[in-house]
């Protein structure tokens, strides 16, 4: 059962326009919600995070909004840039929790 | 310079036999994660560890072991037990519970059964 869901598995966007990748959970016990970065054959990398006490948490060109009565979050990437190309995985934690809950991940493609 | 490195970065294997992987960490995490990814499924949890010498199963533990003898290292066995091995897994540790923290994960070890 997957209680994290990316249901968009690609996304394609122009350079420096705005990319935005989408995320559902179900699980209402989630407090914490990152997102990661992954190039092929390497681990993934940390992004941003955001706590449910807040909506928003912004990190030069990376935004992420958290909208916990829609058990939804999304990534905001301003102006996007070829090198933001790569998988997206967003994650998520419980309070007193001893694991991370990942999605499925989106692949984003900025084309020059 | 610290992180997470996992050991090789390619394996080959024949069906059949086991087959260990390496993590090793020297961010002084008390937590540790393995993962396996599969096209188009994500990363899912294999075994986690919170303390030395304790472990638990994750969703997909089946044909999987571990063992946790030092807070640095949390190797894993890929067993013959298990039915699809062939994939990427990724080691990872956290600081301490996965709340309110980020897990740092290693470069991955791709596992071939042939």
């Known amino acids: 059962d997957q209680q994290v869901k990316q249901n968009s598995p690609s996304l394609s966007v122009q350079e420096g326009r705005i990319s935005i990748l989408n995320c559902d959970y179900t699980?209402?016990?989630?407090?914490?919600f990152l997102w990661y970065k992954k190039y092929p054959a390497e681990g993934p990398t940390f992004l941003i995070s955001i706590s449910s006490i807040k909506d928003k948490n912004e990190d030069g060109r990376f935004t992420v909004f958290l909208n916990k009565s829609a058990k939804h979050l999304s990534l905001h990437i301003v102006p996007s840039q070829p090198g933001d190309s790569a998988v997206y995985f967003c994650a998520a934690s419980a309070y007193f929790g001893n694991q991370f809950y990942f999605g499925t991940g989106t692949s984003l493609t900025v084309i020059p | 310079d610290g992180g997470i490195t996992q050991s090789p970065k390619y394996l080959f294997r024949k069906e059949g036999q086991n087959v260990t992987l390496s993590c090793e960490q020297n961010?002084?995490?008390?937590?540790m994660y393995w993962y396996r990814q599969d096209p188009g499924q994500g990363l899912r949890l294999i075994y986690y560890s919170q303390i030395v010498n304790d472990f638990q199963k994750g969703d997909i533990a089946e044909g999987y072991s571990v063992s946790r003898e030092k807070k640095e290292s949390f190797p894993l066995t890929v067993t013959s037990a298990q039915k699809n091995p062939t994939a990427f897994y990724l080691c990872?540790?956290?600081?301490?519970?996965?709340?309110?923290?980020?897990?740092?994960f290693g470069q991955g070890t791709r596992l071939t059964v042939v």
């Open positions: 699980n209402s016990m989630f407090d914490y």
């Open positions: 961010l002084n995490h008390d937590a």
């Open positions: 990872a540790s956290s600081i301490g519970r996965a709340e309110n923290t980020e897990a740092f």
